[in-house]
């Protein structure tokens, strides 16, 4: 199991869904966790909560990673906290299917500014509290990335992004011994996922017929890996995504 024990980590949207889980599996790993969140106040403090109980160190920190304020406040709190910084875990996103004759520029810009903006926001700030010796930073793409499906031209582009902007930051901290790498869900069956309609939905039951393991996922298929990429396990990793999708 991927040792963490001592380690501080981040984890931007973490107050429901994929981003809990990984909150949950790293300080079950032994790190102290920073849950962000933007809205959910009571969503975060149920992970910092569940963290708690099973003998673990997490705080609750409200901020919109799209907002520099809030941002440079997420990570000044968690060093006055917990200290330098040694994992940092770019979860937060949205997204919304729709065809390219019925986006507006406030979707645009609302998924642009918070699945790729908020993403480097956060690095930039983190790399200003991150430990001496390097660390990793671990940032949610998604499958759509590989399969490009119809009827989603503004959250694939902002994943492409994501992928893009992982490989490029490899390369220019890894001279920090800034490890950067991706994860790429599938459909994973979140709190979101259900709201949006698309549990249950006949969107569901094609991807389900496609995927080899003959399911959607679930956070919990998600975050070991998230913990693998933040470990010393996965110390030669940099610039990679790993897609987590079941096969599809």
């Known amino acids: 199991m991927a040792n963490l024990i001592d380690k501080v980590a981040v984890v931007t949207g973490a107050s429901k869904g994929i981003g809990a889980e990984i909150a949950r599996e790293l300080a079950a790993a032994g790190a102290s966790v920073v849950v962000n969140?933007?809205?959910s106040r009571?969503?975060?403090?149920?992970?910092?909560?569940?963290?708690?109980?099973?003998?673990?160190?997490?705080?609750?920190?409200?901020?919109d990673v799209a907002v520099a304020a809030d941002v440079e406040r997420l990570f000044s709190e968690t060093a006055r906290v917990f200290g330098p910084v040694d994992v940092l875990v770019n979860n937060a996103g949205v997204y919304r299917f729709g065809?390219?004759?019925?986006?507006?520029?406030?979707?645009?810009?609302?998924?642009?500014?918070t699945n790729v903006l908020g993403l480097l926001l956060a690095t930039r700030e983190a790399l200003r509290h991150f430990a001496a010796g390097g660390g990793s930073i671990i940032n949610t793409?998604?499958?759509?990335?590989?399969?490009?499906?119809?009827?989603?031209?503004?959250?694939?582009?902002?994943?492409?992004?994501?992928?893009?902007?992982?490989?490029?930051?490899?390369?220019?901290?890894?001279?920090?011994?800034?490890?950067?790498?991706?994860?790429?869900?599938?459909?994973?069956?979140?709190?979101?996922?259900?709201?949006?309609?698309?549990?249950?939905?006949?969107?569901?039951?094609?991807?389900?017929?496609q995927t080899p393991l003959g399911r959607a996922g679930r956070p919990n298929d998600i975050a070991p890996a998230v913990v693998f990429l933040a470990s010393?396990?996965?110390?030669?990793?940099?610039?990679e995504t790993l897609y987590l999708s079941g096969g599809l």
Request: hydrophobic share 40%; proline share 4%.
């Open 141 to 209: 793409s998604s499958i759509v990335t590989r399969l490009a499906p119809p009827e989603n031209a503004v959250y694939v582009g902002t994943k492409g992004a994501v992928e893009a902007i992982t490989r490029s930051l490899a390369k220019e901290l890894g001279p920090r011994n800034i490890r950067v790498n991706a994860v790429g869900p599938g459909l994973v069956e979140t709190e979101g996922t259900h709201a949006g309609g698309i549990i249950g939905s006949p969107f569901e039951q094609q991807v389900v017929q």
């Open 232 to 239: 010393d396990e996965a110390h030669w990793m940099t610039g």
């Open 37 to 39: 969140y933007a809205s």
């Open 42 to 63: 009571e969503g975060a403090d149920k992970v910092v909560a569940d963290i708690s109980a099973a003998g673990g160190r997490a705080l609750a920190i409200q901020g």
């Open 99 to 113: 065809t390219i004759d019925s986006f507006s520029e406030e979707e645009f810009h609302s998924h642009f500014n």
